[in-house]
C-alpha cells in the first residue's frame, strides 16, 4: 500500500482532533474477504469501515475459523487509558459493521465501552491466550 500524504492523512475521520484515532485492521486473505466467506460484499465492508476510520488491510491474521476479521486498535487516549485491540471474528454482515463503526465513532477501545452486540463478536486470538511472561 502506498505511502499516503500529509493531506490524506489530514482528511482522516478523527484527524483533527490533534489526537491519534481508533485504527482498524481488516483481514483480507486466504479465507476473510474471499468468497470462502459467502454472502458478504468485502469492498463495501472495507469501503465503510475506511469512510469512517483509518484501515489497514492485512494478509492471514492466522485466525480462519473466525472470517472475516476485524482488529480495532485504540486510540492514543485509549491506550493511555490502557486498552488493548480488540479483535472481532465472524463479521459477516452490514448490521455488524455499522456496529463496528458506531462503536468507533464513539472513541473505541478504552474510551468507549464495548456494545454488548460487539461482544457476542469479540474473541482473543490463540498466540494472546497465555501470557509469556
Request: hydrophobic share 40%.
Amino acid at each position: 500500500m502506498p505511502e499516503r500524504t500529509t493531506a490524506e492523512a489530514a482528511d482522516e475521520p478523527g484527524a483533527g482532533s490533534g489526537a491519534a484515532p481508533c485504527r482498524v485492521v481488516v483481514c483480507r486473505d486466504c479465507c476473510c474477504g474471499s468468497p470462502k466467506v459467502t454472502g458478504v460484499d468485502h469492498a463495501a465492508q472495507t469501503a465503510r469501515l475506511r469512510a469512517e476510520v483509518p484501515v489497514r488491510v492485512s494478509d492471514c491474521l492466522d485466525v480462519c475459523d473466525q472470517a472475516n476479521v476485524i482488529v480495532v486498535q485504540p486510540s492514543a487516549v485509549g491506550r493511555a487509558a490502557g486498552a488493548r485491540p480488540v479483535w472481532l471474528g465472524l463479521v459477516n454482515d452490514p448490521d455488524a459493521t455499522e456496529d463496528i463503526v458506531t462503536w468507533v465513532r464513539s472513541g473505541g477501545p478504552g474510551v468507549a465501552p464495548l456494545p454488548d452486540i460487539l461482544d457476542l463478536y469479540a474473541f482473543t486470538p490463540p498466540r494472546r491466550r497465555a501470557d509469556p511472561r
